[in-house]
């Protein structure tokens, strides 16, 4: 869907790269891979290759530090205002918006009825069947999460992406970072998450399939392999000049997110990669598809271009804040931090749907993700 000119991104085909360039002709692309790079890009990186520095240094040297039970909450907790729980409350405007339209009442009802229909039914699903309904989450962030960072390596040139297979292949490595490399170094703690989510619904809370070692096993080999020829057939495709430097972005990236999710404590490194990198990447693509938030970006820089999105974020997700408190308080849940953080992401779970087939219909609408032809 892209062509490469010049090294910026050219956008030309996509109903909103049609709009982008009417409205911005003076370069709306190269804004495009600047706002990915300053706001998806560097602040990922700092803070996850950190922290990876970090949790190596200790593991060689046999340190521990302790982590205060507490602190492995705050990453996810933070995610609440942090740009997690905001990243998904745009999602009213942000179809009007990729297919290069404003938002109208037709467009807000449109949205307003994929939530009620999508978040009622998994809702539904979470009730009856949770075991079912954790299980279909996983799958459904690594779908998710994948897709979000496929976008992204367009955005940053994405020369060396291929077709269709490798676009998906692309998409189960990177969603498999966050969703199964954790399951690999972790299975206890992972399992204890899952638990906790099916225990919730009073179900017996026993996902003991998660912590035996066969299938963990050749899952491990087999993503390992996976993640080799994904990279390998990029190689191939990216040549000399700028494509072999955006292959070696997307190497790095791959190899640092491996590194981090098997080094740090999965809570901790979920919760963070969910606010600084899944989520922060996602409003780098919505502030390339709002003009006012564009124009504060090319005026003042990647904060205005935030808070300009977070502005729009705003009253959803301080509706969000109030639906999951008002949930708490009328089921009477304890206070344990597991049972909190459980809820939490159950309640994560049935926006994520829905918020899974916006994005999915704005990838189709921009012509990018697994709908991008080379
Ligand atoms: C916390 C955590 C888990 C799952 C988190 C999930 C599934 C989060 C999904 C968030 C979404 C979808 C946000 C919106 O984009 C695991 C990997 C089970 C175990 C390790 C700790
Ligand atoms: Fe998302």
Same mark, same amino acid.
Do not use: N
């Given at each position: 869907m892209?062509d490469r000119?010049?090294g910026?991104?050219?956008?030309g085909q996509t109903?909103?790269g049609?709009?982008t360039e009417? /409205?911005r #002709?003076?370069g709306?692309?190269?804004t495009?891979?600047s706002?990915?790079?300053?706001?998806?890009?560097?602040?990922?990186?700092s803070?996850?290759g950190?922290?990876?520095?970090l949790?190596a240094?200790?593991t060689a040297t046999? %340190?521990?530090? #302790?982590?205060p039970t507490?602190?492995r909450?705050? @990453?996810?907790?933070a995610?609440?205002l942090?740009f997690?729980?905001p990243?998904?409350?745009?999602?009213?405007?942000a #179809?009007?918006?990729?297919?290069?339209? &404003? @938002?109208?009442? &037709?467009w807000?009802g449109?949205v307003?009825a994929?939530?009620l229909?999508?978040?009622g039914?998994?809702t539904g699903?979470?009730?009856?069947?949770?075991?079912?309904?954790?299980v279909?989450?996983? !799958?459904?962030t690594?779908?998710?999460?994948g897709q979000?960072?496929?976008?992204?390596l367009?955005?940053f !040139?994405?020369?060396?992406?291929? !077709?269709?297979?490798? *676009?998906?292949?692309t998409i189960?490595v990177r969603?498999g970072?966050?969703?199964l490399? @954790?399951l690999? /170094?972790?299975p206890?703690?992972?399992?204890?998450?899952?638990? +906790?989510?099916i +225990?919730?619904?009073?179900?017996?809370a026993?996902?003991a399939?998660v912590?035996a070692p066969?299938?963990r096993?050749?899952? !491990?080999v087999?993503?390992?392999t %996976?993640?080799?020829?994904t990279?390998l057939a990029g190689?191939?495709?990216s040549?000399?000049g700028t494509?072999r430097?955006e292959? /070696? *972005?997307?190497?790095?990236?791959?190899?640092?997110l491996?590194?981090?999710f098997?080094?740090v404590p @999965?809570?901790?490194?979920?919760?963070?990669?969910?606010c600084?990198?899944? =989520?922060?990447?996602h409003?780098?693509r919505? +502030?390339?598809v709002?003009?006012a938030?564009?124009?504060?970006f090319?005026k &003042?820089?990647?904060l205005?271009? %935030?808070l &300009?999105t977070g502005r729009d +974020?705003?009253?959803?997700? $301080?509706v969000?804040?109030?639906?999951?408190?008002?949930?708490?308080?009328?089921?009477?849940i304890?206070t344990? #931090? /597991?049972?909190?953080?459980?809820?939490?992401?159950?309640?994560?779970?049935?926006?994520?749907?829905?918020h899974?087939?916006?994005?999915?219909?704005m990838?189709? $609408?921009?012509?990018?993700g697994v =709908?991008g032809?080379?």
């Amino acid at each position: 869907m892209r062509d490469r000119m010049d090294g910026s991104i050219q956008r030309g085909q996509t109903a909103a790269g049609a709009a982008t360039e009417s /409205r911005r #002709p003076d370069g709306a692309p190269a804004t495009t891979r600047s706002l990915m790079l300053a706001v998806g890009g560097w602040p990922a990186w700092s803070v996850v290759g950190g922290l990876t520095v970090l949790a190596a240094a200790t593991t060689a040297t046999g %340190l521990s530090v #302790p982590v205060p039970t507490w602190a492995r909450y705050v @990453p996810l907790a933070a995610s609440l205002l942090v740009f997690g729980l905001p990243h998904g409350a745009v999602d009213h405007l942000a #179809p009007a918006r990729a297919a290069g339209e &404003r @938002p109208t009442l &037709r467009w807000l009802g449109a949205v307003g009825a994929v939530y009620l229909v999508l978040g009622g039914a998994y809702t539904g699903l979470w009730v009856i069947a949770p075991a079912a309904a954790a299980v279909f989450f996983v !799958g459904l962030t690594w779908f998710h999460w994948g897709q979000g960072d496929l976008y992204a390596l367009e955005a940053f !040139g994405g020369s060396h992406l291929g !077709g269709r297979a490798h *676009r998906v292949a692309t998409i189960l490595v990177r969603g498999g970072l966050p969703m199964l490399v @954790p399951l690999l /170094r972790f299975p206890e703690r992972y399992r204890a998450v899952v638990d +906790a989510w099916i +225990a919730l619904f009073g179900g017996g809370a026993d996902a003991a399939w998660v912590t035996a070692p066969a299938p963990r096993f050749t899952l !491990g080999v087999g993503f390992a392999t %996976l993640t080799i020829g994904t990279l390998l057939a990029g190689w191939r495709r990216s040549g000399g000049g700028t494509g072999r430097a955006e292959w /070696r *972005r997307d190497a790095a990236e791959t190899g640092l997110l491996w590194a981090f999710f098997l080094l740090v404590p @999965p809570l901790l490194a979920v919760g963070v990669y969910f606010c600084v990198w899944h =989520s922060l990447r996602h409003i780098a693509r919505l +502030a390339g598809v709002d003009p006012a938030s564009t124009a504060a970006f090319e005026k &003042r820089g990647a904060l205005s271009a %935030l808070l &300009r999105t977070g502005r729009d +974020a705003a009253p959803l997700t $301080a509706v969000s804040i109030a639906m999951i408190t008002g949930v708490a308080l009328f089921v009477g849940i304890d206070t344990d #931090p /597991r049972t909190l953080t459980a809820l939490y992401l159950v309640f994560i779970a049935v926006l994520t749907l829905p918020h899974v087939a916006i994005v999915t219909w704005m990838d189709g $609408a921009e012509g990018t993700g697994v =709908s991008g032809k080379q």
